[in-house]
């Protein structure tokens, strides 16, 4: 087989200085809206990662900065390790707290000391 001649990639395209501009794309905004501890209705959820218990509650529809607040209250009387993890399902983003091992009535009980409300 011979190596041939070039491939001319030429579209008849019109290269002018417009072409080389990007335009940024805007920016998605989070279908979340901040809500208080009370109006929210939280459920728990036990799951076995890698051989061992993790318990998820959420979700939530706090600030980032009350996220973290809550996060370390929980993990301190709870006495366990957590952390934050992002629900990403069609169009709204939901944050559930994952915690370490088998603790759903323990998180519930600490939960709604903190008034907030669980479903059924």
């Given at each position: 087989?011979?190596?041939g001649k070039k491939l001319d990639f030429n579209l008849n395209e019109n290269f002018d200085?417009?072409?080389g501009i990007v335009q940024d794309k805007p920016k998605a905004k989070k279908d979340v809206e901040v809500l208080l501890p009370e109006k929210h209705f939280?459920?728990?959820h036990k799951e076995?990662?890698?051989?061992?218990?993790?318990?998820?509650?959420?979700?939530?529809?706090?600030?980032n900065d009350i996220h973290d607040?809550?996060?370390?209250?929980?993990?301190?009387a709870l006495g366990?390790?957590?952390?934050?993890?992002?629900?990403k399902n069609g169009k709204s983003i939901?944050?559930?707290?994952?915690f370490q091992g088998d603790i759903s009535e323990k998180v519930?009980?600490?939960?709604?000391?903190?008034?907030?409300?669980?479903k059924k």
């Open positions: 087989m011979s190596r200085d417009e072409w939280l459920y728990t076995k990662r890698k051989g061992k218990w993790v318990t998820l509650i959420g979700p939530f529809s706090l600030e607040t809550y996060l370390k209250k929980a993990k301190k366990c390790g957590g952390k934050i993890t992002l629900d939901r944050t559930f707290f994952e519930n009980s600490f939960f709604k000391k903190e008034n907030f409300r669980f």
